[in-house]
């Protein structure tokens, strides 16, 4: 291998790295604080739940903990506190009664939908002072490597949000 | 205000909303699959822990929690962890001994150097398969709004990363 194509590799990987990078960077920084506009009311990971419930209930674990992009065993614990301060139920599925699956109370469901344009709100507070055309373009390449790492990637957890 | 104009702020927060949603995801697809891939070697947390410290050495516990956006908390059992295990060390600062630094041991600068390249291979190999230009419009968009969220971000955790 030539010392070019040896160079060109390593510029090749460095940008991945440096992408990487700051894709870490981003994501948490506004995790944070997203976390910490809503920690007042409910945790980012209860909020996570219920919000993936309002858009689908009576999911299962299994494809709740897919949603979630977490593992089941932390799913386990999310559900039996948020059941624990009645925001959702489990309920065995008629059919197989084996199976349980989980739905948002009364009281869970009047939660969520007071947070969710808050926390809408919040997202859209921390990324309006970027370029329109910027926000534009960083919507549609994320998208792009959500659908590369789809196929590509190999921890078995499929991007899952791809409807958003 | 006007329909119109109503209509045009709820565009721009699902937009914001779908962004935050894609990242999340690229996020949580791409960690989990490089956390698979050195999960033999290391966890992801100790690897970041000896990164920054490859990068700069003696880091007081406040510099290593901004750096890697963890909590103080979270960092202490880490930097407890890895001195157990003999890849870092505690010793306080000569001129203010109340002033702990970490250092890398011998042990760990080796563990480090070894899987900075590996890492390195696994990030480009989850990338390479974007269009070149995607790859580096991304990279580019990413850096933007990391250095937008730095100054815009209420959390207090500012973005160290930018370096990369």
């Known amino acids: 291998m030539t010392a070019r194509a040896l160079s060109a590799r390593t510029d090749t990987s460095d940008e991945a790295v440096s992408l990487w990078f700051r894709l870490l960077t981003c994501h948490a920084v506004m995790l944070g604080t997203l976390r910490q506009k809503l920690e007042d009311k409910i945790t980012l990971a209860r909020f996570d739940l219920l919000a993936s419930l309002s858009r689908s209930d009576g999911q299962t674990l299994a494809a709740l903990s897919r949603a979630l992009l977490v593992t089941a065993g932390n799913l386990t ?5 948020a059941e624990r301060d009645g925001v959702v139920e489990r309920r065995p599925d008629p059919k197989d009664r084996r199976l349980a699956r989980v739905w948002l109370t009364k009281e869970g469901r009047a939660l969520i939908k007071d947070l ?17 055309q910027d926000r534009k373009d960083l919507r549609r390449l994320l998208g792009g ?20």
Chains 1, 2 share one sequence.
């Open 145 to 164: 490597l959500r659908d590369h790492l789809s196929t590509h990637a190999t921890n078995g957890t499929k991007a899952q949000r791809g409807t958003a």
């Open 116 to 132: 969710l344009p808050m926390h809408a709100k919040h997202v859209n507070e921390l990324l309006r002072g970027l370029p329109a």
């Open 77 to 81: 614990g999310l559900v039996d506190r």
